[in-house]
């Protein structure tokens, strides 16, 4: 079922099954989209994000592979160059780094290198970044090597109209696409309006949201954490302090305006990620900021709060300890705020 | 090092076939050809196949001075593009096709231009056979405006209807082509993909992946070893367990061709061009072939080979030698004739030189251009904070 059930012209979409709609939909519009992947078939999916796609659309359209990412993600660039739309799925973004230079050398950067020849029209999508109890070599965050990239787009939803528009958007971009999901959001669901179910709903890639207004402080964040910057707003609310929460929504291109009027607008900064501090998506903001106009309306230095800088453990206490809680926000936003 | 002199005197000394003397004429009239003739070629080795392509090959004089003249510029245009690197008109890497020519010009005789080519960094050639001009291939190779990708790729990356480079990341191109070749089944075209590699990518471990799913999917794609015997300075023996390319497919059946001999090539492609058309999957083919210069132009190519090797080659299995014997002593042709298209080819790469050092470089209004498809333009944020540029598609 695609919804539970509908309260007035509210549907309510948990993360997956917007994804799943998406796909469904793009698959249906365009006969040039494929997907494929990992027991992305007759699995339905590693985590049910395909689920029924397979049944519906068939051996062609659906494909399952080996466990040969470098070769599969090859495969899926060339059938771009081809003029096809493939969506690739990693099982989960850090076995992408077994084709890493697919992605990078054969997709982001091939428009560049033929002079606008030969474009990619191609989306690498799956669960980034830490889940629960899946150790070290299955938790990393890939959000800041990405984004790195010139030639790439690097989209991060947070909820399920994120995740429906963005996918959408995605999948209609004539160029690379890196789409970054979070395996803890897939079962969360969330009321999505009429217009956002509609069949053409996409969002733009490259414009963060405003989730909640505030006055004193802005907290920038992406994916699962910008419902702990939610969470220790309410909190923080409590207490006479309104933060505002933007939603970057794109890692890559980063938009930077909506942050900086955020800032000029609050004086204060507070960037929140899962991923590692060094060389991260919150120092990037925090650069750019410096760079801007924004700069000369800070109250005090942008500060970040990040994943811990270690492999991740798994004993549940430790794994706690190492990804930012509300608590580690409030803290940081009253130091910021000097309270 | 005497070994392999050997090995490579033995593997090649087969195709020098001189079919008797040439004849030397004063002038005839172009009826006086003989308009296409019969040739024995060598027979290949076969892996998981009963039978293999014909061994004679019929050449017509039409074909007989395409080919001829596809060759003699691909290698008078590697020379020019030699020259141009020793005076630092050319920078940067430059893998010279001189030698090999009888592959991009066999294999193209075998496909149409509907066909779908890649290769790796050595490409020059091909970008001819699928399309490209001397003038922008020059042109691109120097670095300038009116090069085939607008100066921003370079000799690794030039690219032509069908044809996806050039790729410079060794066995990347592989994937990519099965790709290609997923997309002509997929979009039910009787197209096919012909992925190119050399004998020091096919010990890549995302090729027998390719291998693994080309099979799986019977996709419609020719995997081509060409099998130069030296991946950059390591020769075979000191790089694979089995240099026996055509049997590594393992599950996919192959054959071993004599790369030196355009028809050769000719046949053996259309018979694998045959094999996939008719829904039977990938097949393989090993070239074997020889490179005069050293992997490119960085590396002089005789510390790890002789010179005598390199001569040897030269003289008894010249690819375009081996066709010009061919045509000359089966009157297909006059020694003015092709003369007259050596002064040409010639004077077309000579042009294309000119153009190709005089053309301007890009404006540095392109420096971030084509970063996306079909998006409005965006600010680059350049070297500073304060220099701020636009990206257009």
Redesign the interface.
Known sequence: AFFSHRVMSLFQVNVRDALNQAMDEELERDERV?LLGEEVAQYDGAYKVSRGLWKKYGD?RI?D??I?E???????????????R?ICEFMTWNFSMQAI??VI??AAK????????????IVFRGPNGSSAGVAAQHSQCFAAWYGHC??L?VVSPWNSEDARGLLKAAIRD??PVVFLENELMYGVPFDLSEEVMHKDFVLPIGKAKVERQGTHITLVSHSRCVGFCLDAAAVLAKEGVECEVVNLRTIR?LDVETIEASVMKTGHLVTVEGGWPQYGVGAEICARIM??PAFNYLDAPAVRVTGVDIPMPYAKILEDHSVPQIKDIIFTVKKVLNM | MQKMLTIISNVLRGSARRNGASLVVASRSYADFTPEATFDIKKVDLHRLEEGPPLTSTLTREEGLKYYRTMQTIRRMELKADQLYKQKIIRGFCHLYDGQEACAVGIEGGITLSDHLITAYRAHGYTLTRGGTVREIMAELTGRRGGIAKGKGGSMHMYTKNFYGGNGIVGAQVPLGAGVALACKYLGNDQLCVSLYGDGAANQGQIFETYNMSSLWKLPIIFICENNQYAMGTSVERSAASTEYYKRGDYIPGIRVDGMDVLCVREATKFAAAHCRSGKGPILMELQTYRYHGHSMSDPGVSYRTREEIQEVRSKSDPISMLKDRMLSNNMASIEELKEIDIAVRKEIEDAAQFATTDPEPPLDDLCSHIFANDQPFEVRGATPWTKLTSTS
């Open positions: 494929f062609k494909i592979t080996p040969t470098m070769g599969f993600a090859g495969i899926a660039v060339g059938a771009a160059f081809a003029g096809l493939p230079d697919q050398n054969s091939t428009y560049y290198m033929s002079a606008g020849a030969q474009p990619v029209p010139p030639g787009k004539n160029n291109p760079e801007g």
